[in-house]
């Protein structure tokens, strides 16, 4: 967990309740005492050993992500929301074992996952980055370096692609992390309208939502990322596996023409 950031990953959240717990042992046997210790310790540092041993971001995402978090959010938006260091790495990762050149990016926020994403690519790669608030865009855009090479597209993500697919577009990669509550609208249109090539890969952020899909609380976003890996597994068109990475990060690819 990023220090001053609230934990938003079941891991963190485990490590949070456990060292809760651990403040208010009081008198208990001493063996119990560092038992629990000891599981908090394992669960509180695991996130950070992961960032220890990942290759740095860019100093172009650094500064991003500080200015994210220096950044007053309010309402429904928080610092919290940055995909980080380590996400941002493994997204890049995917696009270069791909050799992807063409990435498609629902829910941008600061614009950290779709800078990172373009740094991976080729000279000739675009990512084309989705975003609702178009004053949390304006924010991402100012935080870009020229020549980022990631066209930003303001209004709701069903619209966009729409005109996407309206525009023949095709992407290789296909990153999904806006509304939860629209993620299977979203998947059937990247599968059904043509905006996925051939062998192209989608990753889905945030199935494992903070444990709430099989630990609770039930809340609106909890039920429906809870909906959409059930009716993923049930899909009959893709094969997918769910990385267990911060906040759970569904790999999906296509099995049927």
């Given at each position: 967990?990023?220090p001053g950031?609230?934990?938003?990953?079941p891991?963190?959240?485990?490590?949070?309740?456990?060292?809760?717990?651990?403040?208010?042992l009081?008198?208990?046997?001493?063996?119990?005492?560092?038992?629990?210790?000891?599981?908090?310790?394992?669960?509180?540092?695991?996130?950070?050993?992961?960032?220890?041993?990942?290759?740095?971001?860019?100093?172009?995402?650094?500064?991003?992500?500080?200015?994210?978090?220096?950044?007053?959010?309010?309402?429904?938006?928080?610092?919290?929301m940055?995909?980080g260091?380590?996400?941002?790495?493994?997204?890049?990762?995917?696009l270069?074992?791909?050799?992807?050149r063409?990435?498609?990016?629902?829910?941008?926020?600061?614009?950290?996952?779709?800078?990172?994403?373009?740094?991976?690519?080729?000279?000739?790669?675009?990512?084309?980055?989705?975003?609702?608030?178009?004053?949390v865009?304006?924010?991402?855009?100012?935080?870009?370096?020229?020549?980022?090479?990631?066209?930003?597209?303001?209004?709701?993500?069903a619209?966009?692609?729409?005109?996407?697919?309206?525009?023949?577009?095709?992407?290789?990669?296909?990153?999904?992390?806006?509304?939860?509550?629209?993620?299977?609208?979203?998947?059937?249109?990247?599968?059904?309208?043509?905006?996925?090539?051939?062998?192209?890969?989608?990753?889905?952020?945030?199935?494992?939502?903070?444990?709430?899909?099989?630990?609770?609380?039930?809340?609106?976003?909890?039920?429906?990322?809870?909906?959409?890996?059930?009716?993923?597994?049930?899909?009959?068109?893709?094969?997918?596996?769910?990385?267990?990475?911060?906040?759970?990060?569904?790999l999906?690819?296509?099995?049927?023409?």
């Amino acid at each position: 967990m990023t220090p001053g950031l609230r934990p938003v990953t079941p891991l963190g959240l485990l490590a949070a309740r456990l060292d809760a717990v651990c403040g208010r042992l009081g008198a208990v046997e001493q063996g119990l005492r560092a038992e629990l210790e000891g599981i908090r310790d394992l669960a509180a540092g695991f996130e950070p050993y992961l960032e220890r041993h990942t290759s740095p971001e860019s100093a172009e995402l650094a500064a991003l992500a500080a200015a994210t978090r220096s950044a007053p959010w309010s309402g429904s938006l928080e610092a919290e929301m940055l995909s980080g260091h380590v996400e941002g790495r493994f997204l890049q990762f995917l696009l270069r074992m791909t050799g992807a050149r063409r990435v498609l990016e629902l829910g941008m926020f600061t614009g950290y996952s779709a800078l990172a994403m373009a740094q991976a690519l080729p000279a000739d790669g675009e990512v084309v980055a989705c975003e609702l608030d178009p004053e949390v865009a304006a924010f991402a855009q100012r935080c870009f370096p020229a020549g980022a090479r990631i066209d930003v597209r303001v209004g709701p993500a069903a619209d966009t692609l729409a005109t996407l697919a309206a525009e023949g577009r095709v992407f290789d990669v296909v990153f999904v992390d806006a509304d939860k509550a629209g993620y299977a609208g979203y998947l059937d249109a990247v599968l059904d309208g043509g905006l996925l090539a051939p062998g192209g890969l989608v990753a889905v952020d945030n199935t494992l939502m903070q444990g709430q899909p099989w630990a609770g609380p039930d809340t609106p976003n909890g039920a429906a990322i809870a909906a959409f890996n059930d009716r993923l597994t049930a899909d009959p068109r893709v094969e997918q596996v769910l990385v267990p990475l911060r906040d759970g990060i569904t790999l999906v690819r296509r099995t049927t023409p």
